[in-house]
């Protein structure tokens, strides 16, 4: 069964930088596009970044310049580098996979981790 | 941008209920690149529908999808306890490269 589980969240200082980790079972990250989609309290989803199968990257512009989508191959797990944090970037983040069938959708979640930018 | 509108912002039915939900891109969105979401407080969101009417492994034949050009339709032909939650469209496009519409709130009456 495919499962997807978000850690490393919590409660960072405005400026301040966190990873999250997102690990994989039953699929391999590496062969497939990965992405980051997030909802601040009371909002809606916001797609964040995304990783190909072949490592290129991209970034909402939103986050362009501060967050950093990656993967480690041996540990089949996904990361996103969370820097120069703001206010507004509080919210709970999800990891998924984008869709086998095609990458206009992403067809497994994980359950999210939370993220709090607060002094 | 393309952007997604919802509506209505919350629907309150009875179980047994039918639900039509709507979602209106502000352009043209090619039916290839419409999904449906649902959401529940706890839970890893789970896809409904793909491709504006393709239903997801493993969801009950009760979801359905439907729409093209700009006005898509969610329906649920008989509202079960479990389908109250908060449903999303999205679409894939270029910038950004995938937006969700703001959520329905799907409430029991």
């Known amino acids: 069964e495919v499962q997807l589980v978000e850690s490393g969240g919590g409660l960072v200082q405005p400026g301040g930088s966190l990873r999250l980790s997102c690990a994989a079972s039953a699929f391999t990250v590496s062969s497939n596009y990965m992405t980051w989609v997030r909802q601040a309290p009371g909002k809606g989803l916001e797609w964040v970044s995304i990783?190909?199968?072949?490592?290129?990257?991209y970034n909402a512009d939103s986050v362009k310049g501060r967050f950093t989508i990656s993967r480690d191959n041996s540990k089949n797990t996904l990361y996103l580098q969370m820097n120069s944090l703001r206010a507004e970037d509080t919210a709970v983040y999800y990891c998924a996979r984008v869709g086998v069938g095609g990458v206009y959708y992403f067809d497994y979640w994980g359950q999210g981790t939370l993220v709090t930018v607060s002094s | 941008d393309i952007v997604l509108t919802q509506s209505p912002g919350t629907l309150s039915l009875s179980p047994g209920e039918r639900a039509t939900l709507a979602c209106r891109a502000s352009q043209s969105v090619s039916s290839s690149y419409l999904a449906w979401y649902q959401l529940k407080p706890g839970q890893a969101p789970r896809l409904l529908i793909y491709g504006a009417s393709s239903r997801a492994t493993g969801i009950p034949d009760r979801f359905s999808g439907s729409g093209s050009g700009t006005d898509f339709t969610l329906t649920i032909s008989r509202l079960e306890p479990e389908d109250f939650a908060v449903y999303f469209c999205q679409q894939y496009g270029s910038s950004p490269l995938y937006s969700f519409g703001q959520g329905t709130k799907l409430e029991i009456k």
């Open positions: 990783i190909y199968s072949g490592g290129s990257t």
